[in-house]
């Protein structure tokens, strides 16, 4: 059965590629397995192009590979490639595509020469793409645009489902400053609550709408997580990437004021983390925050690699992995999630979606812990988020969001550098003493 094609954001991304820089560069769609990256290039290509040859690198042929063995005579490359593929390209109309690129490093090193040619235009998509025998003796080419993929977000999971209405409702209570009221409000957590547990994998929004069964959903998150699990084991032998992805859950809510190795595994050092954590992360399958000793502008200059938390890149992804020691979730655990009956101890799903939703805007996450000067208690920010030559601190609150000591103490040390003020809640909106006071359904689009 053909992939469902949902509407995705990075279309227009790949189109100003197509319109402004195809000319001098290939676009490399990097994101984590599953997330929708052949869909949406094929369908591009489909659209956009007169003809288009995908050649799928985890299921082709030996003769397509052997081709990229020698590309110094390129008219004779494309002549093959014609043939084999029966497919007709026509110079500056068609495009190209290589699929999970990563599984061929030589065709990625062809890029430089295929780009600087001329003929056709050329996209690439991979995962693991930076991991060491991935790259092993080839010359990245300096040709590539890259493009990140992240799961689908909020808005784009309510056009999957039909709703083109709704966040353009949030938009205009957003700009207005307004409540949305007891009635919207309730129907707008809803449908984000319905968004954290599906979450945004392509395959499992397919699944809750083909089937209307959380249960079902959740079955499709689990081979997800499993097919992961195997991509892990590419990275590291020992097992470790995957125990530290698991383990992720269980950190957050440990209230740590960084990732503990010990969930991972207990005689666990951070130095071994610290070898395979790029190789993760380049994996898409995990978001990053890093502690900044000296939070204002320019918060890269200030942080620190030994210090970070871990979130998954989907909370769906998220809620299965916390009810993992089940063979499965049932629908009357989703049933709870989905009204809001949710436990204090899950309370840490809406500091993941909020990480999700501030990365696929586009923001390296960071945020702040300081000790009380009279006392032992640490005072934590949960992300620090830049504003021109200002910064935004947000606090998330998923019970009582009126106890919010951690941002006062932060706001009076570093009162000439903030700009705005956040309170992510569960709650309606409500602006009070300098503080946005936010429902959480309104994070994508500050």
């Not at 004779?76 to 290589?98: A, D, G, N």
């Not at 001329?118 to 300096?142: A, F």
């Not at 392509?202 to 959903?217: E, F, M, R, S």
């Amino acid at each position: 059965m053909a992939n469902p094609v949902f509407k995705r954001k990075i279309y227009d991304e790949l189109l100003s590629w197509k319109q402004n820089q195809s000319d001098r560069y290939a676009v490399l769609v990097k994101g984590a397995r599953r997330v929708g990256k052949s869909t949406i290039v094929e369908e591009f290509a489909r659209n956009e192009f007169r003809s288009y040859i995908l050649i799928d690198f985890a299921h082709t042929s030996e003769e397509i590979k052997a081709l990229f063995d020698d590309t110094y005579h390129l008219d004779f490359f494309f002549l093959q490639l014609q043939q084999m593929t029966h497919t007709r390209l026509y110079e500056h109309e068609s495009v190209i595509i290589f699929d999970e690129v990563q599984l061929l490093p030589k065709a990625r090193q062809a890029i430089k020469y295929l780009v600087a040619d001329g003929r056709y235009k050329y996209i690439e998509t991979g995962s693991l793409l930076t991991i060491r025998k991935n790259i092993k003796d080839i010359l990245i080419p300096s040709e590539e645009l890259k493009i990140s993929m992240y799961p689908m977000d909020f808005e784009e999971f309510l056009w999957a489902i039909g709703d083109d209405v709704t966040a353009d409702t949030i938009r205009e209570l957003l700009k207005a400053k307004r409540p949305a009221g007891n009635s919207l409000h309730r129907s707008l957590m809803r449908l984000f609550r319905l968004y954290m547990l599906v979450g945004g994998m392509p395959q499992a929004v397919d699944t809750y709408i083909q089937k209307n069964n959380l249960q079902l959903v959740d079955e499709t998150k689990r081979r997800i997580i499993e097919l992961y699990e195997d991509d892990f084991f590419k990275i590291d032998e020992s097992g470790l990437s995957s125990e530290i992805y698991d383990s992720i859950p269980a950190s957050l809510t440990s209230n740590a004021s960084r990732y503990m190795y010990s969930n991972a595994k207990n005689d666990i050092r951070g130095t071994q983390i610290q070898k395979i954590l790029p190789e993760l992360l380049s994996s898409y399958t995990v978001n990053i925050a890093y502690h900044s000793s000296d939070p204002g502008a320019g918060m890269s200059l200030s942080k620190n690699l030994d210090r970070y938390k871990l979130f998954t890149s989907d909370t769906g992804l998220f809620v299965t992995l916390v009810f993992k020691d089940k063979k499965y979730t049932e629908n009357v655990i989703y049933n709870k999630l989905l009204s809001d009956k949710i436990e204090a101890n899950l309370g840490y799903i809406y500091e993941n979606i909020v990480a999700q939703m501030l990365t696929a805007n586009g923001n390296q996450l960071f945020y702040y812990t300081m000790r009380s000067e009279t006392s032992n208690h640490l005072y934590e920010i949960d992300f620090l988020i830049p504003s021109g030559d200002k910064i935004c601190p947000i606090e998330v609150k998923s019970g009582n969001y009126r106890n919010h000591r951690s941002l006062d103490v932060f706001c009076d040390k570093f009162s000439q550098r903030i700009k705005a003020k956040y309170v992510v809640h569960t709650k309606d909106y409500k602006w009070e003493n300098g503080i946005n006071y936010i429902p959480v359904y309104m994070v994508p689009f500050l």
